[in-house]
């Protein structure tokens, strides 16, 4: 099995790789709490052993629904916030063509209940306008607002559109199997839905039908997606030494810098095509480890674009971050740089070079540069672009959050501090049992 690799020999001059050994019987400890099921948290370990025991029947359900999908629509809007939609979301952007998503599969997909955005909200409604479309409605808990109040809004047009008994055939819920307003409403309107397991929380949900329904509407293989991540599943295993086991390197590998004053994580790629798997990265550890006053602060960038913003402050800054970089070996396509005769640009030293050759040199520069500059460089390396390593890089990441909250302390699994702004939401927005929150509330506005 060909897999993608880890490289920490840039952060050694930062900690030792004595340090970094130091500390692999913890890690094997950590990652054997979770397989046992014997932390913190571990109510929520569903996520571990999905990639393996998923169904072949699970998957023809899910690809079913898809194509159903793919066939009677030009647009569908997945609807979701957090973990129900980020997974998709980095799924789908890395392995869409850029300027024409869709290519030759359609149909769009569009995402919506992820902000309150009003102008938002209209400007996709209007795009919907004479557009066939359906909508994949994604919550867990079912009572998320941002998602409900966008669900409700697209609903209503739909059912406008097209009445509400084709509408049904439209919409599609992944929710909880008893709990929340979407199950009740998907059972009351008879719209096909599927589950999520208790024992799986939001961002670590890719390998159920919050990630792979929207995945396969795209035209994505979920197939090779699930196979990498299930490949994964085994290279990472508590079985596997420490010096192979790529999960455990990076969670202790980011624990010591953390705990030698690196307090940042900067995922960095040079593929704008990865712009959103940051986004997912971020959301997993930063909601899984920021507790209890610990946790690295997950920051992303895209290089080289925000080497032009961001490349100061990496370079120069406060040194008290570490950077973590995503390189792709190979692009999915070939471009070569033209000579020119008249050379005006003074590029032709470049002539007959591949675009990807200059991008690499950048790399090579940037981390070179970045790491005389004190920033230790972590480098996660795929092969190439496609469902097979992205499910890889997936599971990777979600096992090493996993050991590496554990080594942190914490419970990596819930997200107690979420909650905070919600109370706070419906106090101002006089939700029915919000009363006494909302004096509480008045009084903190007007002190
Ligand atoms: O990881 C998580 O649990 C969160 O990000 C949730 O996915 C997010 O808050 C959305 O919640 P729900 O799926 O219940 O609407």
């Known amino acids: 099995m060909k897999t993608i690799q880890l490289n920490i020999n840039k952060v050694l001059g930062q900690i030792s790789k004595e340090q970094i050994f130091a ?27 999905l990639p393996s025991s998923i169904t072949e029947a699970e998957i ?55 902000n309150i955005g009003e102008d938002y909200l209209y400007e996709l409604s209007a795009f919907l306008k004479g557009k066939s479309f359906g909508i994949i409605n994604i919550s867990k808990s079912g009572t998320t607002t941002e998602p409900a109040l966008a669900f409700r809004i697209l609903k209503k047009q739909l059912e406008d559109t097209v009445g509400k008994e084709e509408a049904k055939n439209r919409i599609a819920a992944v929710t909880d199997k008893a709990k929340g307003a979407l199950k009740t409403l998907a059972d009351k309107e008879g719209y096909k839905t599927y589950i999520i397991p208790d024992n799986v929380g939001g961002r670590f949900s ?51 810098l953390y705990n030698n004053g690196k307090k940042i994580e900067i995922l960095a790629n040079f593929s704008p095509k990865l712009h959103y798997v940051s986004e997912w990265w971020k959301q997993l550890f930063g909601e899984s480890e920021g507790k209890e006053g610990k946790g690295i602060y997950t920051a992303s960038v895209d290089f080289t674009t925000d080497l032009h913003s961001m490349g100061q402050w990496i370079q120069d800054g406060e040194r008290s971050i570490f950077e973590t970089v995503i390189s792709i070996a190979k692009p999915q396509y070939r471009m070569e740089i033209p000579t020119d005769k008249q050379d ?104």
């Open 60 to 114: 023809n359900d899910i690809q079913a629904t898809a194509d159903r999908f793919r066939a009677t629509c030009d647009v569908v809007v997945i609807v979701g916030i957090g973990g129900s939609y980020l997974g998709a979301k980095a799924v789908i952007d890395a392995l869409s063509g850029t300027f024409d998503p869709v290519e030759n599969k359609k149909p769009i997909i569009t995402f919506a209940g992820h």
């Open 344 to 447: 005006l640009d003074g590029l032709n030293f470049l002539a007959g070079k591949r675009v990807d050759e200059v991008n690499k040199m950048a790399e090579l520069g940037t981390q070179l540069a970045h790491v005389d500059g004190g920033v230790p460089n972590i480098r996660i390396e795929l092969p190439e672009l496609n469902e097979y390593y992205l499910g890889q890089l997936i599971y990777f990441f979600e096992r090493a959050c996993g050991i590496s909250g554990y080594l942190l302390g914490i419970n990596p699994f819930d997200q107690p501090g979420v909650e905070a702004y919600k109370k706070n939401m419906f106090a101002l927005l006089n939700k029915p049992g919000f009363e006494e929150e909302n004096k509480a509330i008045q009084s903190k506005i007007n002190s």
């Open 206 to 256: 890719v390998f159920t039908p919050v990630g792979l329904l929207p995945i396969a509407v795209a035209g994505i293989n979920i197939k090779q997606l699930i196979k990498g991540a299930a490949d994964m599943e085994n290279a990472t295993s508590s079985n596997v030494a420490f010096e192979n086991n790529l999960a455990e390197i990076y969670a202790v590998t980011r624990n010591e």
């Open 23 to 49: 500390q692999a019987e913890q890690a094997k400890h950590r990652n054997k709490t979770l397989e046992e099921g014997t932390g913190k948290g571990n109510d929520f370990l569903g996520w571990l052993h």
